[in-house]
């Protein structure tokens, strides 16, 4: 089974401090990927990566960062934290074969982060 | 460009009676279409898959969903709904025929299950 793990539930912090999100996944995957989930407005992409050390923007990278030095992590950095990013943050990956993205995405369990 | 759009928030069933989640899409392709589930407290999980080889796919624990082209909608059912259904339900779309990965989530639908 694929497994896709967060370093964190829970976290808090507070307004300005620089926060790290983890995630690993153990199934040689290519693709990772990072999303916000919020009420009412499903899952929306902040970032994602095709291969170690690339990155692209997803549909809201404002605030973020992302860093990918080995290919079973991808980080979420979020560089001076505020209020409107308290969400959960879900990782997902997902494989490469012969030049064509499996679309099927693996998620990990979430982390719930408040910033005060 | 594609979309997706799930037609309700909330839905509300009693334990034993079926289960209906519906969801539109827009896509100038051909699509891949899924739809995954969230238990509280829990990641996503994936349901089923549609990737054009049959119009009706089955997932786990019961459900399937219908694809249908000339309505552009994958409707989610279940004969019969059980408590342990009760979650928050996606449908998704594929945003390329492959080149990104990418995909596009609805706005969820929760799933209430009365006994």
């Known amino acids: 089974d694929v497994k896709v793990t967060q370093s964190s539930r829970y976290l808090v912090k507070r307004t300005g401090e620089k926060v790290f999100l983890e995630c690993v996944q153990d199934m040689d995957h290519e693709n990772m990927f990072w999303y916000r989930q919020d009420p009412g407005l499903g899952l929306r992409l902040i970032y994602f990566?095709?291969?170690?050390?690339?990155?692209e923007k997803g549909d809201i990278p404002e605030g973020y960062s992302v860093s990918r030095e080995k290919k079973e992590r991808f980080s979420l950095i979020l560089e001076s934290a505020s209020t409107n990013q308290t969400s959960m943050y879900l990782c997902?990956?997902?494989?490469?074969?012969?030049?064509?993205?499996?679309?099927?995405?693996?998620f990990g369990p979430g982390t719930r982060l408040t910033v005060l | 460009a594609q979309s997706v759009t799930q037609l309700d928030s909330h839905v509300s069933v009693s334990e034993g009676t079926p289960v209906l989640l519906r969801c539109n899409y827009s896509?100038?392709?051909?699509?891949?279409l899924f739809w995954y589930v969230q238990h509280p407290n829990k990641g996503l999980q994936l349901l089923l898959k549609?990737?054009?080889?049959?119009?009706l796919v089955k997932g786990i624990n019961g459900f399937e969903a219908e694809f249908k082209k000339s309505e552009t909608s994958f409707h989610l059912t279940k004969p019969s709904a059980h408590m342990s259904d009760a979650a928050e339900y996606f449908c998704?779309?594929?945003?390329?025929?492959?080149?990104?990965?990418?995909?596009?989530f609805g706005q969820g639908t929760t799933l209430q299950v009365k006994p």
């Open positions: 896509s100038s392709y051909s699509p891949s």
């Open positions: 997902a990956s997902s494989s490469y074969q012969g030049g064509i993205s499996t679309d099927t995405q693996y």
């Open positions: 549609y990737t054009s080889a049959a119009t």
């Open positions: 990566s095709y291969d170690v050390k690339m990155k």
């Open positions: 998704v779309v594929s945003v390329d025929s492959g080149n990104t990965g990418k995909l596009i």
